[in-house]
């Protein structure tokens, strides 16, 4: 028999990987069954079971596909000029992740995992293994801030950190409910505006 390219290997688990994010997208963790899984993939039993023992392990897929964009997207931000501009472009950008995929995949696929995280350890652990790299990378930057002149000295790493991540958590719980009611651009705009303090109206001082 020819030998299977690695080329192919790969692309064959990250065709498996989509069709389960698509899967638990609809039909949430507890719902979505391998045999289930193997159909949107159009794999055999054996294919799957070649790559994935069993749903936990494609969960680990699934997250380990999302930290390495995540890591990629965390080491740009570190090499931005300055560390305001980082934590405004990181905000964006986990703004921008989870709107506009096909049929909302993203955006339900995440409440859909972080719902089953509130009863299930196994995925708890999943999620906060993504979660744990955000807040070293804000602590850093937070750091930067500060000596850069942006922040006080005073400013909370951990507070800000939850407040960054709970303006795109909270928009992925939006747009899973409501899928395109306010535009991805338009989303990342107002918020970028917020953060840079230029979204509020200057009133004119009036005269003593």
């Known amino acids: 028999m020819p030998k299977v390219s690695d ?21 949430g963790v507890a719902g979505a069954t391998l045999s289930d899984i193997r159909a949107e993939a159009g794999v055999s039993s054996g294919a799957l079971y070649h790559y994935f023992k069993s749903k936990d392990d494609i969960i680990a897929g699934i ?18 000029v300055t560390a305001k501009a980082a ?25 859909m995992l972080w719902a089953e995280a509130l009863i299930n350890e196994r995925i708890l652990g999943t999620q906060l293994s993504l979660m744990n790299p955000w807040w070293d990378v804000v602590s850093d930057l937070t750091e930067r801030a500060v000596a850069e002149g942006d922040l006080g000295s005073d400013t909370d790493a951990e507070a800000l950190a939850a407040v960054l991540a709970a303006l795109s958590l909270g928009a992925t719980v939006l747009e899973s409910w409501q899928p395109g009611r306010v535009s991805t ?24």
């Open 87 to 111: 934590l405004t472009d990181l905000v964006e950008l986990g703004m921008a992740f989870n709107h506009g995929s096909p049929d909302n995949t993203d955006a339900r696929l995440a409440v």
């Open 63 to 80: 997250r380990d596909r999302a930290l390495a964009a995540d890591t990629e997207a965390y080491d740009d931000a570190r090499s931005k």
């Open 7 to 27: 080329g192919y290997l790969v692309a064959r688990r990250a065709e498996i990987l989509d069709a389960a994010e698509a899967v638990i997208a609809r039909q």
């Open 185 to 208: 651009q338009s989303l990342i705009e107002t918020t970028s505006a917020l953060l840079r303090g230029d979204l509020w109206l200057q009133r004119p001082t009036s005269p003593a």
